[in-house]
C-alpha cells in the first residue's frame, strides 16, 4: 500500500494547480459570464422572502443534495446572497440536512438500489471495511478529501456500519472547509458586481481573504488524503 500513497504524494502538486484552476474558473464565470445575472435573479427572488428567505435556501439546497445535484453553485450563491458568515451557517444546516436524508433513505428505503450502484468499486470496498473499525473518523476524512461525489456518498454511508450520529457530526465538520471556500468565492460574486463601490484597501482584504481561505482548506485536505490513505489500506490489509 506505501507504493500507491507514494505516487498520491508525487501527484499532489498537479493536484494542488487543478484546485486553484477550478476557483480562477469560478471566479471568472461569477464576474464575466451571464452567472452573476442568474446569481442575481436567484438572489432578488430569496431575498423578496424576508424572514423566510433562510428556509427557503436551506429547503432548496437539501432537494438538491436528495437528487443529486451538485451544490457547488447553491453553495457559492449563499456567499451572494446571505454574505460569508451567514451564507456557511445556512449551507452547513443545509448540507447536513441533504446529506441526513440521503443517508436514512439508503439505510431504510432504497438500500438495494444504493447497493448496487456502489457493487464492484475497490475504493468504496476499502472504506467499508475501515468504517467497521473507526466509523466516524472515515466519515470525517472522506468528507475533507472527498474521493466520491458527495451527493451519492450520502446514500453510500446509508449501507454501512457507522452510527447514524457519527455520520452526522464527522459529516457537519468534514464539510465545513469546503463550505467556508465556496461561500467566500460567491461573496467575491456580490462584490464584483459592486465593483464601482469597493476601494482598493478592500479588494486587498478580500484577495488576503481568499488566498488565505485558500491555503487552508487545501492544506487540511492535504492532510486528510495522507490519513484516509492510511486507514484504506490498513483496512485493505486487514
Given amino acids: 500500500m ?40 436567484a438572489t432578488g427572488w430569496v ?4 424572514f423566510w428567505a433562510p428556509v427557503a435556501f436551506i429547503a432548496i439546497y437539501a432537494i438538491a443534495v436528495v437528487f443529486f445535484v451538485p451544490g457547488s453553485v447553491l453553495t457559492a450563491a449563499s456567499g451572494t446572497i446571505f454574505g460569508v458568515v451567514w451564507g456557511s451557517v445556512y449551507v452547513s444546516i443545509a448540507s447536513v440536512l441533504g446529506a441526513t436524508l440521503a443517508f436514512l433513505i439508503g439505510r431504510f428505503i432504497a ?41 451519492l456518498l450520502n446514500y453510500a454511508y446509508g449501507v454501512t456500519k457507522v452510527k ?9 465538520i468534514g464539510m465545513l472547509p469546503g463550505t467556508v471556500l465556496y461561500v467566500y468565492i460567491g461573496s467575491l460574486g456580490k462584490a464584483a458586481s459592486e465593483a464601482g463601490s469597493k476601494t482598493t484597501t ?25 490519513a484516509l490513505n492510511a486507514k484504506i489500506g490498513d483496512a485493505t490489509e486487514a
Fill in 164 to 172: 447514524f450520529s457519527h455520520y452526522l457530526l464527522a459529516s457537519w
Fill in 111 to 151: 438500500r438495494s438500489w444504493v447497493e448496487k450502484r456502489i457493487e464492484g468499486n475497490k475504493t468504496f470496498s476499502a472504506i467499508d471495511g475501515a468504517v467497521a473499525d473507526e466509523g466516524w473518523k472515515i466519515v470525517g476524512l472522506t468528507r475533507l478529501s472527498p474521493i466520491f461525489p458527495f451527493t
Fill in 202 to 226: 478592500e479588494w486587498i482584504g478580500y484577495g488576503v481573504g481568499l488566498a488565505a481561505t485558500l491555503a487552508v482548506t487545501v492544506f487540511v485536505t492535504r492532510i486528510a488524503k495522507r
Fill in 2 to 41: 506505501s507504493e500507491p500513497i507514494q505516487n498520491r504524494e508525487r501527484k499532489s502538486p498537479l493536484k494542488l494547480i487543478l484546485t486553484l484552476t477550478v476557483v480562477a474558473a469560478l471566479i471568472t464565470a461569477l464576474v464575466l459570464l451571464p452567472t452573476g445575472d442568474w446569481l442575481r435573479a
Fill in 47 to 50: 431575498e423578496s422572502l424576508g
